[in-house]
């Protein structure tokens, strides 16, 4: 197990069209996270699971967003009819009680 | 609401000074305090972190300290050199353990010129 990873790395997509993003935590961990972080800010909340219940949705997550880990392990985030306002590095994070977060390398969603 | 407020957005120093970052967090819940680097195009890394009932940490050429009172923590970072150069992220979490939804700040962007 080499840390968080995430797929795709990049992604462009034009406007109006769905995307998901996978995510493969460490696997002891039993809490993943999902920021959002575009350029010169810091990561913003989106949502966490632990295990497969999702515990916490910031209001920024509109409609059009969904997240799921459904057996605890990986997780997938879905933005549909996506606008040029998502275009943002989609940053997934794990972490357990003993040990902080570890950082995915992120996925880059850019929205023409 | 949960904020943390991030100074200065830039820091630039000569190679050998030492560079301070300073964070104020609002929810008075806040008990976990981590800092990260994140260098151009990558993802962010732990440096250094501290609890609530801990007043300062000490890592090699890091330090971070802690005022509850004032819900104030600052970063420091000793003889720095080139390498140090990325951008830094402050964070606050109301967890009881190391997990837990992080409120990150703005950023500094550190530059350090040989």
């Known amino acids: 197990d080499t840390g968080v990873s995430q797929d795709p790395r990049h992604k462009i997509t034009k406007r109006g069209q769905n995307v998901t993003f996978r995510c493969d935590p460490i696997?002891?961990?039993?809490?993943l996270y999902w920021y959002r972080q575009t350029l010169g800010q810091g990561p913003e909340f989106l949502t966490y699971?632990?295990?497969?219940?999702?515990?916490?949705k910031s209001r920024l997550l509109s409609d059009r967003f969904s997240a799921e880990r459904p057996k605890g392990s990986f997780s997938t985030l879905e933005i549909q009819r996506t606008e040029q306002g998502d275009s943002a590095m989609y940053l997934c994070?794990?972490?357990?009680?003993?040990?902080?977060?570890?950082f995915g390398s992120g996925t880059r969603l850019t929205v023409v | 609401g949960e904020n943390v407020e991030q100074h200065p957005s830039t820091l630039s120093v000569q190679e050998g000074d030492s560079a301070v970052i300073k964070c104020t967090y609002s929810?008075?819940?806040?008990?976990?305090f981590p800092w990260y680097k994140q260098e151009l195009g990558k993802r962010p890394q732990l440096i250094i972190d501290?609890?609530?009932?801990?007043g300062e940490k000490k890592d090699q050429r890091i330090a971070v300290t802690l005022n509850k009172t004032a819900k104030h923590f600052s970063l420091h970072i000793t003889e720095t050199q080139p390498e140090d150069s990325a951008v830094y992220f402050c964070?606050?979490?109301?967890?009881?353990?190391?997990?837990?939804?992080?409120?990150f700040g703005q950023g500094t962007e550190l530059s350090v010129k040989p």
């Open positions: 994070a794990s972490s357990s009680a003993d040990s902080g977060y570890t």
């Open positions: 696997s002891e961990h039993n809490r």
């Open positions: 699971f632990q295990n497969e219940a999702q515990l916490e």
């Open positions: 929810d008075s819940a806040s008990n976990y």
């Open positions: 501290i609890r609530s009932n801990v």
């Open positions: 964070a606050a979490s109301r967890a009881r353990n190391q997990g837990g939804k992080l409120i």
